[in-house]
């Protein structure tokens, strides 16, 4: 069985700070691992994603996330956060080999940049 | 990056009556495509997955009976509803995914589904 834990509902930072969003994962295999976005009233959008190589991963946006395996984590940063940043976050998980290709998501993390 | 649209966005609908959502993808064949139900308190539950041409596979819970789901070309997939009801006001989210980019699912926008 896959599981994504993201361990906070809310996140607020200040304009022009640094924002971590936190994402723990459990696989039996290999994990692919996402970060998606979404506003409200849309669709996910793909940010990022770690399937193999190097441990940090950029995305759009200014986003990056490092794949840390003895931890289990794939936290989301971003070096200074802009106010349209504020919305959903969603880290995903997939196991590379099993779980017939589905992705298990995390219950969310709302972002929210103040100005 | 591909592209995949939803309709209607929106669709208010009197209990007992049957809603079809549709989701295509623009300019990709999707061959899997995946139906979500999003809660108010935002968790993304995976209703189903669909392969074009075969029966979609529903996840423990979901009622087959009640939500159709039809794949019937590589850009296509619809989501009926039937017989709705309050409890199945929602938002529905589908997402695909090409056999050439098997690592990436894209998303719709999204229906806001509210029955009244």
């Known amino acids: 069985a896959q599981s994504v834990a993201q361990p906070e509902d809310q996140v607020n930072v200040a304009e022009g700070n640094p924002l971590t969003v936190k994402c723990t994962y459990s696989?039996?295999?290999?994990?692919?691992l996402f970060w998606y976005v979404q506003y409200p009233n849309r669709g996910l959008q793909f940010l990022l994603k770690?399937?193999?190589?190097?441990?940090l991963v950029k995305g759009s946006y200014g986003f990056e996330a490092e794949f840390n395996k003895s931890q289990t984590s794939f936290h989301l940063k971003k070096p200074s956060a802009l106010v349209s940043d504020s919305a959903l976050y969603f880290c995903?998980?997939?196991?590379?080999?099993?779980?017939?290709?589905?992705?298990?998501f995390g219950d969310g993390t709302t972002l929210t940049v103040k100005p | 990056g591909a592209v995949v649209s939803q309709h209607p966005s929106r669709v208010i609908c009197k209990s007992g009556t049957s809603v079809k959502i549709e989701c295509r993808s623009l300019?990709?064949?999707?061959?899997?495509m995946f139906w979500y139900r999003q809660f108010p308190k935002k968790s993304l539950m995976l209703m189903a997955t669909?392969?074009?041409?075969?029966?979609?596979?529903?996840e423990q819970g979901v009622e087959k009976d009640k939500f159709l789901i039809n794949h019937a070309s590589l850009t296509l997939s619809t989501l009926t509803v039937t017989s709705a009801h309050p409890e199945d006001s929602s938002f529905y989210i589908c997402?695909?995914?090409?056999?050439?980019?098997?690592?990436?699912?894209?998303f719709g926008p999204g229906t806001r589904l509210t029955v009244l």
């Open positions: 997402s695909a995914r090409e056999r050439e980019n098997y690592n990436e699912q894209f």
């Open positions: 696989v039996s295999g290999n994990p692919y």
């Open positions: 770690y399937i193999t190589g190097d441990n």
């Open positions: 995903a998980v997939r196991d590379a080999l099993r779980g017939a290709g589905k992705s298990t």
């Open positions: 300019d990709f064949q999707a061959t899997t």
């Open positions: 669909s392969n074009e041409g075969s029966k979609a596979t529903y």
